[in-house]
């Protein structure tokens, strides 16, 4: 369960055929799962870019566990290193 004490990690993933999302926290030294979220691309989404799917990826996760995330800091992790320019952009969320 979450606790109201620990930061967040929103971890995503986009591949040819789907998205994912976990949502974790770090507690008493670890970082413990939260939940698991996933699902398939429509058709229309396949023919995205990787860097477009993988910000897909990260709205998706936003979008599924935005109940622990509102009003909160939290960390987000991908793995694909064109979204690097997302930890330099400043906007109204990230204030």
Request: proline residues 1%.
């Amino acid at each position: 369960m979450p606790t109201d004490e620990g930061t967040f990690y929103l971890d995503c993933y986009a591949s040819d055929v789907g998205l994912g999302a976990v949502i974790s926290q770090k507690q008493e030294n670890s970082e413990v799962v939260i939940a698991y979220a996933s699902r398939a691309l429509f058709r229309h989404e396949r023919n995205y870019d990787v860097t477009r799917r993988e910000l897909l990826a990260i709205v998706y996760g936003l979008k599924a566990y935005k109940q622990y995330l509102l009003g909160r800091h939290f960390v987000i992790r991908t793995d694909h290193a064109a979204l690097q320019w997302l930890r330099k952009t400043r906007s109204r969320w990230l204030s």
